[in-house]
Nanobody, 124 residues
């Protein structure tokens, strides 16, 4: 099993920045890829960003390209999501995800482990 714990959410004004962290523990050697998803009230969960665990290749949803940056620190088993130029439409619960089967975690169906989620609220 892998446990994921997010931190770093909060309330920020439009145009502001936040950095989310996701610390993995347990059988971290089984992780091939990690990512972030978000879900706003009344909306479906959507992919935000992904990173391959070994090579560090990154992937982004079009809605966050150029504003969000995903990175990892393998020594700390931690993935980060740096968010800048935040918009009210970025308001959502952000959840960290890890996969033992896929190196690119873009689809929720490839997720084996989920974090509990952290709230990000962007005020206008």
């Amino acid at each position: 099993q892998v446990q994921l714990v997010e931190s770093g959410g909060g309330l920020v004004q439009a145009g502001g920045s936040l950095r989310l962290s996701c610390a993995a523990s347990g059988r971290t050697f089984s992780i091939h890829g990690m990512g972030w998803f978000r879900q706003a009230p009344g909306k479906e969960r959507e992919f935000v960003a992904a990173i391959t665990w070994s090579g560090g290749s990154t992937f982004y949803a079009d809605s966050v390209k150029g504003r969000f940056t995903i990175s990892r620190d393998n020594a700390k088993n931690t993935v980060y999501l740096q968010m800048i130029s935040l918009k009210p439409e970025d308001t959502a619960v952000y959840r960290c995800a890890a996969s033992a089967q896929a190196i690119v975690v873009i689809r929720a169906t490839s997720v084996d482990y989920w974090g509990q989620g952290t709230q990000v609220t962007v005020s206008s």
